[in-house]
């Protein structure tokens, strides 16, 4: 189930391609675009009450004395307080919960604390950094480790892992064939890879493989009753039983 293997699930992405953009305000619309249009095939339209007040971001930036990277503010401003999605699993962190270690942002927990997500502070900060795990063993320091290297994307993927393990209102999960792996990337649209978990997507719906081999699992998510029913009777079809989590 999903909670179950998110318990060491770490996330390992490509990186990604710079945005080719010419002006600094295209890069925020971007960003704010791209967190838009993924939370509404997830889950609804975004509302103002979604994002977190500018002034309490500036507050989180004051008592760290740190200035925030556009990916993450865009994001926070965006869809900050979307629980719903920001804590199905993992735990997106408050302004007020953020802190440093070893001089790196620290944003957000893996649901069993097994592992931390955070970005390096700099001092000419990039609008899009790199992602860090941090490995939280007792009584040690947290070691650090290069995640992947564009925390919009980060944020974005990690978006639909959230949906699958309980985000979305309609979810399940199945174990599959690696034919039926090919078989479903022939049918969804290919969102992306982390760890060796492929993300797909499509509008009010989503779907994350995990595993190697034969010994593959499948979760995923509608975003309505309707949504999961024709994704549940899709895979019927395919002689997959999804079972409801």
């Keep these: 189930m999903p909670r179950r293997l998110g318990q060491r699930l770490m996330f390992r992405f490509p990186v990604a391609r710079p945005l080719v953009l010419a002006t600094t305000d295209e890069y925020l619309v971007s960003y704010s675009m791209k967190y838009r249009q993924a939370i509404e095939t997830l889950a609804k339209p975004v509302t103002s009450e979604d994002g977190v007040p500018s002034g309490e971001i500036a507050a989180g930036e004051h008592r760290l004395r740190i200035q925030l990277p556009s990916a993450l503010r ?30 790196n942002l620290v944003f957000m927990e893996e649901n069993q604390l097994v592992v931390f997500w955070g970005i390096p502070i700099n ?9 860090l795990h941090g490995v939280n063993v007792t009584d040690q320091p947290i070691e650090w480790h290069l995640e992947h290297g564009s925390c ?4 974005l993927m990690m978006l639909h892992w959230q949906a699958v393990c309980g985000g979305m209102a309609f979810t399940a999960s199945a174990d599959i064939s690696s034919m039926m792996l090919t078989r ?17 997507a499509r509008d009010g719906g989503a779907a994350c493989v995990i595993g190697e081999g034969d010994a593959l ?16 009777d899709e895979f019927a079809r395919m002689r997959v039983k999804l079972e409801r989590v």
Excluded: C, K
């Design 217 to 232: 699992q499948l979760f995923v998510g509608g975003r309505s009753e309707h949504d999961f029913n024709l994704i549940h």
């Design 184 to 200: 479903v990337r022939a049918s969804w649209p290919f969102i992306g890879e982390m760890g060796g978990m492929l993300v797909f």
């Design 74 to 103: 865009e994001y926070h401003l965006t869809a900050g307080r979307l629980d719903r999605l920001n804590r199905a699993h993992n735990r997106l962190y408050s302004p007020h919960d953020w802190f440093v270690d070893a001089g």
């Design 123 to 131: 001092e000419d900060p990039s609008d899009d950094p790199p992602v």
């Design 152 to 155: 919009s994307e980060f944020l």
